[in-house]
């Protein structure tokens, strides 16, 4: 079966919505409009307005409602349109969602599901373009997921709802409209492991989310010249599986981190800190990063592509460290 | 670089220095002066020639002048940038004692008050600073470079070496000292690694050189044990037919042309292998590369302790009067230290022969990259059933040790039986 990232998202949403009573959909333009990006088209007149609520325009309030939902025994799924809006919440994310086990020596969980567009690539500009997922993977109490696959755009939802503590899940914008295979069994999927795309032996590349798609077109590149890339999608950014980034490493002894977010203080940032610390004596070259230009995303389509890791960037960092 | 001219006269003087002559070169040797103090030189000039460390080259000066004194002599190894010699403007020097030159008339080096205030608390002589500022004036980030020169610009002294390069090297015995820069990879040691590192020592060094050898035995086997997956299959061979023929061969031809029964093993290994070629080749990269050709290694144990694995390249195609002359050949240059380039080539399957000694089986440990490792135990006279009936015939036991990752043990038992065959009709190894 043949359907688009948007769809299998839906269809998650679906599956949810049908098996779990306790399951809810909220957040801005979700129902009437059908979501920002269509994801919960459709979904109004299947669910009602019961189960799929529009909130009013104000993040905090209802990441907030969410969170006392949870808490109550619901299994909120909330919608932030974008991550850029989600900075209007952080205090009831970072505040509340992620600390509230914690505080309450275990007695209170916040079984919630955030789901949010992330990325650049669509001329948005600068305060629409933010990849900001990096920064939510910094936080102890939360999960952080990045569907980059139909599969695991169907699969994951399940599976986070099924996590006693908040998750958040990131969709990149410019998957969407990608169409893909889906088996008609598809069903839940793991959210603790990251995944090799494609094997190879001569260097690793690491992308997730949106610049999974990059590593895999550099890396179909690149065996154009006879080198053989590893890519790994990392899947799920909190906790982050360290050991198939690090095992493939030590296959490869090379390799190339792919993030859409800034370099600095970035995720980028910590899977090479991992790399040097766990596996630095398999290392056969420097570890090479491809990340967004130090800039606010530029409106400009022609700045807005230099400004991104391209493929080309990535082949480009690959041969480096092929040497 | 031009300097006012001591002696109350401005004449031109041009230290010759020592250029750089590529993006690499941090150093150059002086091979040959072309010219002496009182030559009259002329821009474009070849006036030295300079090695490099990767070719001699003709360096050529860029001034009009006279060379007034070579600063450097020739086989000196110096930094870019060394005055090499001064080229002036042919003026004869000014009669000392008219001008008498006192000490505070001695050319101030150009710097800022500032910089000069740095360099006395720093106690750097201005003097000995190289300015790099406008019209040659020294600046506060010369003086600290005299002050610190490691820390400001970190020369890649020599080599820079991967720390996964660094550490294999340590594993396989390879002295990293020797292998040429700017930056080595694991490659570069792997490369290393398959050139035996002792075969053409000194006699001097032997005992440094045996210990050596066994620290790249036991790296190479340890890897082996730590990596390869082994499995192990023997097979049994009965010899009968095969010693009778060789016998009757040795009958037809001369003493110094007989032919031992090793030849005819190492002839049907390595026929064996271009018949089951899952077996020959390597393991790089987490994937089986087959051998191109069947290039054999024979392991060779050395009487003071150690072994030598040289190759043979492709035994089987050779007759085996040629397979039996190789092998004592290399054999016995293998004892002596003096094993050929070509036969150090990596190979693509090695073979063992314990049974001089009366062992009758090896389990041996692969030579990785290699998938696979054939022994020979003893050729003894043993009971055996042929037909129904018991008879006494010689024997020989065939080993395999083979990487379970890049074959199963079907094809290692195909490979015996191949042996076991093309032994059986000996009339085919001739």
């Known amino acids: 079966m043949t359907i688009t990232y948007r769809e299998a998202l839906r269809e998650a949403l679906r599956e949810a919505l049908t098996e779990d009573e306790r399951v809810f959909l909220m957040g801005e333009d979700v129902g009437a409009y059908g979501g920002c990006f269509g994801v919960s088209l459709g979904l109004l007149e299947e669910f009602g307005p019961e189960r799929i609520r529009d909130t009013p325009l104000s993040e905090s309030a209802f990441v907030g409602a969410g969170i006392g939902a949870a808490l109550g025994g619901m299994r909120p799924i909330v919608e932030i349109m974008t991550v850029n809006f989600s900075l209007l919440a952080l205090d009831q994310i970072i505040n509340n969602a992620a600390t509230l086990r914690h505080m309450s020596g275990g007695q209170l969980g916040v079984p919630l599901v955030i789901r949010m567009t992330t990325g650049a690539g669509r001329q948005l500009a600068a305060q629409h373009s933010h990849s900001l997922e990096g920064w939510y993977a910094h936080i102890p109490g939360l999960r952080i997921i990045a569907p980059a696959t139909i599969e695991d755009a169907r699969g994951m939802l399940w599976t986070a709802l099924e996590d006693p503590d908040p998750v958040l899940l990131f969709e990149h914008g410019s998957l969407y409209n990608v169409p893909g295979e889906l088996a008609a069994d598809a069903a839940a999927v793991d959210i603790d492991r990251a ?128 040497g | ?146 002050l610190a020169p490691r820390a400001r610009r970190p020369e890649p002294a020599g080599v820079r070496v991967s720390p996964y390069a660094k550490r294999l090297a340590g594993e396989l015995g390879v002295d990293l000292a020797t292998l040429p820069g700017p930056v080595l990879h694991a490659r570069d040691v792997h490369a290393a690694a398959r050139q035996p590192v002792q075969a053409q020592r000194p006699q001097a060094e032997r005992p440094q050189a045996e210990q050596s050898m066994r620290q790249t035995i036991a790296a190479l086997m340890s890897r082996s044990k730590r990596e390869i997956p082994h499995y192990y299959l023997s097979i049994t061979i009965d010899l009968q037919t095969a010693l009778e023929w060789l016998h009757e061969y040795n009958r037809g031809v001369g003493v110094q042309d007989r032919v031992v029964p090793t030849a005819l093993l190492i002839k049907a290994t390595a026929l064996a292998a271009a018949k089951v070629p899952a077996l020959n080749g390597h393991w790089v990269g987490g994937a089986f590369r087959p051998g191109d050709g069947v290039r054999l290694g024979l392991a060779v144990s050395l009487r003071g302790g150690g072994l030598l694995v040289p190759t043979l390249a492709d035994p089987g195609a050779l007759a085996l ?57 003893a050729i003894s006279k043993r009971p055996w059933a042929v037909g129904d009936l018991l008879g006494v015939r010689p024997l020989v036991t065939a080993t395999l040790a083979a990487d379970h990752r890049a074959s199963d043990g079907a094809i290692g038992a195909r490979f015996l039986d191949a042996l076991d065959k093309l032994l059986q009709r000996p009339e085919g190894l001739r």
Request: proline share 7%; aromatic share 4%; hydrophobic share 45%.
């Open chain 2, 1 to 146: 670089m031009w300097w006012p001219r001591p002696g109350g006269r401005w004449g031109d003087v041009a230290d010759f220095l020592m250029p750089s002559l590529g993006a690499d070169m941090d150093e150059g040797t002086i091979l040959e002066w072309l010219v002496k103090p009182g030559d009259v030189v002329h821009r474009g000039d070849v006036v030295a020639v300079v090695d490099t460390s990767k070719a001699a080259v003709d360096v050529e000066c860029f001034t009009d002048g006279t060379v007034e004194k070579i600063l450097l002599p020739v086989g000196e190894k110096v930094p870019v940038g060394t005055p090499l010699a001064i080229i002036g403007d042919g003026a004869p020097e000014p009669p000392q004692a008219v001008t008498k030159p006192e000490p505070a008339t001695k050319p101030q080096p150009l710097a800022s008050p500032p910089v000069r205030t740095f360099a006395k608390q720093a106690g750097v002589d201005l003097a000995a600073v190289h300015g790099t500022g406008r019209g040659g004036a020294i600046t506060r980030a010369d003086v600290e470079q005299v």
């Open chain 1, 195 to 322: 995944a090799i795309r494609r094997a190879g032996g001569d260097v690793t590349l690491v992308g997730y989310g949106g610049t999974l798609r990059t590593a895999l077109t550099a890396a179909d590149e690149l065996a154009a010249d006879g080198v053989e890339a590893e890519v790994v999608d990392l899947r799920t950014l909190r906790p982050l599986d360290e050991d198939t980034v690090l095992d493939s490493v030590r296959r490869t002894h090379r390799l190339v981190i792919v993030d859409e977010g800034w370099r600095t203080g970035s995720l980028s940032a910590e899977i090479a800190a991992r790399a040097a610390e766990a596996a630095l004596y398999e290392l056969d070259a420097p570890i090479e990063r491809v990340c967004t230009a130090e800039v606010p995303i530029p409106y400009a389509k022609q700045l807005e592509d230099a400004a991104l890791p391209q493929a080309a960037d990535v082949v480009a960092a690959a041969r480096r460290a092929v």
């Open chain 2, 321 to 377: 009067n040629e397979v039996m002359r190789t092998l004592s050949d290399v054999v016995a240059r293998a004892r002596t230290g003096r094993l050929r380039s070509s036969e150090l080539a990596p190979a693509t399957l090695t073979v063992t022969n314990l049974g001089d000694l009366g062992a009758e089986s090896v389990q041996g440990v692969i030579y990785p990259p290699q998938v696979a490792l054939v022994g020979f135990g």
